[in-house]
């Protein structure tokens, strides 16, 4: 696997674990609310922690490939790789989003408490995410670039 793809998901793991945390800390908070409001009000935790930690750690890990030799930034490919990431943030966003909220939905219905149906819809949902995070960053050739 390509050294680029290791740091990809050495990131979204730590975003990922990060998400975990606050999804736990908001089921806690909001175990009295209806099923489908500590879904949601989870769900949104998550997606805070996530993207605090997922866009700076990208971008502090391939910093190096954005020096020109002036020692500036080479702005266009920073917005190109952050276009590519967006993209294959957004689709894999879909899958984790839907199998997230659907699974935390069901397992809260069949009487799961609130702490222990977040972490298994979430585990659920991250190895989906995973999967299509790293089809998408393969299909929009997020590491490859012209010299």
């Known amino acids: 696997m390509n050294s680029d793809f290791l ?31 500590l ?20 971008y502090w890990d391939n910093r190096h490939k954005y020096s020109l030799e ?16 967006g993209s294959s943030l957004g689709i894999s966003e879909v899958f984790y ?4 909220w659907l699974s935390g939905f069901y397992l809260l219905q069949i009487g799961y408490d609130a702490n ?3 972490i298994i819809s979430e585990a659920i949902a991250f190895a989906i ?3 299509a995070m790293n089809l998408g960053a393969k299909f929009t050739k997020l590491y490859k670039y012209q010299k």
Not at 71 to 85: E, P, S, T, V
């Open 97 to 100: 989003l839907s199998s997230r």
């Open 39 to 58: 879904t949601t009000y989870t769900v949104i935790a998550e997606y805070i922690g996530f993207f605090g930690v997922i866009i700076p750690m990208f």
């Open 7 to 37: 740091k990809l998901n050495k990131t979204i793991i730590l975003s990922g674990i990060l998400a975990i945390i606050l999804g736990n800390i908001a089921a806690y908070i909001f175990s009295d609310q209806q099923d489908y409001l």
């Open 129 to 131: 995410f995973i999967i």
């Open 70 to 85: 002036s020692g500036k930034k080479d702005k266009g490919r920073i917005k190109k790789d952050f276009i590519k990431l």
């Open 116 to 118: 222990t149906a977040t």
